[in-house]
């Protein structure tokens, strides 16, 4: 310790301490670990969303398949697709769920007949953060979708459901 330090009245061994260091280093760590915490209930709450499509998919896929819907209103206004999307708990999701059922070529050529495949797609907007903008994180939707491929065991007629292309690119 120099002579003008001492005269000073300045303690040397306080200057050196490292009290305040864990204090820093937590500040500097602590946006990382929020930002982590953060993604992992986004992909939790995606992940949630894609198990609720195929559900509602697959749903879909066993009454299309017997082209029967034991639970729709006997006067047939309602589709397949619009029993499902009305009595699933869509509450979660982003957006109101889109159900598209593709009749694919079976092995003679055709489409609709019995033991033909028949492709349902559920598909729903997923919004980053709840549609919320924060500084230096994705923002935006994603279309998610799910897929269930069934061989048709009743002749299709076009009353329960109809075809159309799927609901995604």
């Not at 009595?87 to 007949?113: E, R």
Request: proline share 7%; with cysteine.
């Amino acid at each position: 310790m120099t002579a003008a330090v001492a005269r000073r009245g300045i303690d040397v061994e306080g200057l050196r301490s490292e009290q305040g260091q864990t204090l820093v280093e937590f500040a500097l760590i602590l946006p990382l670990l929020l930002l982590l915490v953060l993604g992992i209930f986004e992909f939790a709450l995606a992940f949630n969303t894609k198990n609720d499509l195929n559900f509602l998919a697959n749903t879909a896929a066993r009454y299309a398949e017997v082209n029967a819907c034991g639970g729709c209103p006997s006067n047939g206004s309602d589709t397949i697709a619009d029993y499902v999307e009305n009595t699933a708990n869509t509450g979660k999701l982003a957006s109101p769920p889109q159900i598209t059922f593709t009749l694919l070529p079976g092995p003679s050529g055709s489409s609709g007949a019995v033991g033909d495949p028949l492709k349902v797609t559920a598909c729903a907007d997923f919004s980053y953060l709840g549609g919320v903008s924060l500084p230096g994180m994705p923002s935006g939707t994603i279309t998610l979708w799910s897929t269930a491929t069934v061989r048709i065991l009743q002749p299709y007629d076009n009353s329960l459901y109809h075809n159309t292309p799927p609901c995604h690119s």
